[in-house]
């Protein structure tokens, strides 16, 4: 059986985004807060001045091409979006979306 070694594969690719998408998120306190999720490749960051996540998806995917789901989709909050970052194809993604926040700053 594969199946753990798919699974450490899995698990790696999970733990590298992360350490990426925690770099990035880590960069912008003027922009973003979040908290590390415990488990999982999912991750709900909050817009800092309490603006609505709905608008900043938008711009974000009509700039990027870069899609986050608004937090209103998933809990109260207008502020927080979700970031997935289990994909193999997630580095040229999240490159993109630093960019995008580089572009939020005066």
Do not use: K
Not at 4 to 28: C, F, G, H, K, P
Not at 54 to 83: E, I, K, S, Y
């Amino acid at each position: 059986h594969h199946t753990e070694e798919l699974l450490d594969s899995t698990r790696a690719l999970i733990e590298q985004n992360l350490q990426r998408l925690t770099s990035v998120l880590n960069a912008y306190p003027d922009i973003l807060q979040w908290d590390a999720p415990d488990a999982g490749c999912v991750a709900y960051p909050r817009l800092t001045d309490g603006s609505d996540a709905w608008n900043f998806a938008l711009r974000l995917l009509d700039r990027t091409g870069v899609m986050v789901v608004p937090g209103q989709c998933f809990m109260a909050g207008d502020a927080h979006f979700r970031v997935g970052f289990g994909r193999e194809d997630f580095r040229p993604a999240l490159e993109r979306f630093a960019d995008y926040l580089d572009s939020l700053r005066p």
